[in-house]
């Protein structure tokens, strides 16, 4: 009887989600300096392996802040892979996060579109797949907490991170990578996979804010979330061009530091993968709040456009704005977000899911194939500045995606997006 006992402990232990938490922290407010609060999860018990099969299913909070677009949060695993939970969502006077879950495929959509308390379940602004990848779970957890501004300070009240059998994953149709070339594109030509860059309509359709010549803190701004998302063969990936340098020794001074880039271009042929390096634009470490860390250059420019006789009149230009590139969310093909040019994406794209590249490291951006990278209106820079004295009225917004054309991609022509915009605060 006892054997019994024992072993029916053991199993129900490896089936059954197991949670673990952290509770009643005070969270500090910014003090101009920006300070990242570590939150530790001490998890212990789980099986030594996590990935597709058991591993890392959700986060859940419960935290009161008078301004919730004030924080960012991340998960660090303890092997120190680190991803956005979420990022500065709320908007301008959005208030607390009240059990609000998050999973890979939550059912009440992307984070950065819901709004405050964000009660429910929802995909974060990251992505969970990547703490999946084989390491240990066993150990701390970090829970990593930024307040990008001053005044209102906040209170986490819980924060519990559930381990199970429905595992954060990237659904893959059929399991391209760079390992398993066989279940990649592959018809035994030599085949070049290029990416192919395009905006998601909907996150700027969704979320764009302008604000009066007479606002304090964003005088004239027209904030305005952009995603740019990989529907080509092949990852976009860059790399600096650090010869010469010595990387760890001694560890290199970040401030004002501009590399050189390749771009790394990927062909598959008889199940075969090879690769060029070609030169392309440049990369450089941005230290504004929320972001600190490496900015390629240049990366899209947005402007205010009107039609006059059918000719193009621009009328606001904004300094071209620079992106970390890295894969924060999946098309997805049971989501709104994911439809391009009336066209629904989701991994029936040919080598969905090709190229890892889960955050903001120096050595290695990229967007996966079937990835898209975000960045929400409530960053810092991500706004076109509008002119003095410009009429209100009906405008057309463009956003063009590498605008110098420094990239090399499958096809140009779909980099350019537009939408009509209202002005009416200025
Ligand atoms: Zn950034």
């Not at 009240?157 to 595992?167: A, L, M, R, S, Y």
Request: glycine share 8%; hydrophobic share 35%; proline share 5%.
């Amino acid at each position: 009887m006892s054997v019994y006992v024992f072993f029916s402990l053991i199993i129900s232990s490896t089936i059954n989600a197991q949670t673990f938490t952290a509770k009643n922290v005070e969270l500090y407010d910014n003090f101009r300096e920006v300070f990242t609060q570590e939150i530790p999860v001490e998890v212990s018990g789980l099986p030594i392996n996590i990935d597709g099969i058991f591993g890392l299913e959700s986060v859940e909070i419960t935290l009161h802040h008078n301004r919730t677009s004030d924080l960012k949060i991340q998960l660090q695993a303890p092997d120190g892979t680190t991803s956005w939970v979420t990022n500065r969502n709320g908007g301008l006077i959005g208030k607390n996060y009240i059990a609000t879950k998050f999973s890979q495929f939550g059912k009440d959509g992307i984070i950065n579109t819901a709004k405050n308390p964000f009660t429910g379940n929802f995909i974060p602004d990251g992505q969970f797949a990547y703490f999946n990848n084989n390491q240990n779970p066993n150990g701390t957890w970090k829970v990593l907490i930024e307040d990008l501004k001053p005044e209102e300070k906040g209170f986490l009240d819980e924060v519990q991170i559930t381990f199970g059998k429905n595992p954060a994953i990237i659904k893959k149709r059929n399991i391209c990578s760079f390992a398993t070339p066989e279940f990649c594109l592959n018809n035994g030509k030599n085949i070049e996979l290029l990416p192919d860059l395009v905006i998601v309509p909907n996150f700027t359709k969704t979320q764009f804010q302008e604000f009066s010549n007479d606002d304090e803190h964003f005088h004239s701004q027209l904030k305005i979330s952009v995603a740019i998302a990989n529907i080509g063969l092949g990852p976009l990936e860059v790399f600096p061009d650090t010869l010469g340098m010595k990387i760890n020794k001694p560890a290199f001074d970040k401030s004002d530091k501009r590399f050189p880039l390749f771009q790394k271009i990927y062909s598959l042929k008889d199940k075969n993968f090879s690769s060029v390096n070609k030169k392309s634009g440049t990369i450089y470490y941005e230290k504004l709040p929320g972001h600190e860390h490496y900015h390629v250059d240049d990366w899209i420019e947005m402007r205010l456009v009107k039609f006059e006789k059918n000719k193009k009149i621009i009328v606001a230009k904004g300094a071209k704005v620079s992106y970390c590139l890295f894969t924060n969310g999946m098309l997805y093909e049971k989501d709104k977000n994911s439809i391009i040019d009336n066209k629904q994406y989701g991994n029936d794209l040919k080598n969905y899911g090709l190229g890892d590249y889960p955050s903001c490291e120096l050595m290695k951006q990229g967007i996966a194939v079937g990835g898209y990278d975000y960045y929400g209106l409530m960053y810092e820079g991500q706004f076109l500045q509008l002119p003095k004295y410009m009429k209100n009225g009906d405008y057309i917004l463009e956003i063009e995606i590498d605008p110098d054309h420094k990239y090399y991609e499958s096809n140009r022509k779909n980099n350019l997006f537009s939408m009509p915009i209202k002005i009416e605060k200025q």
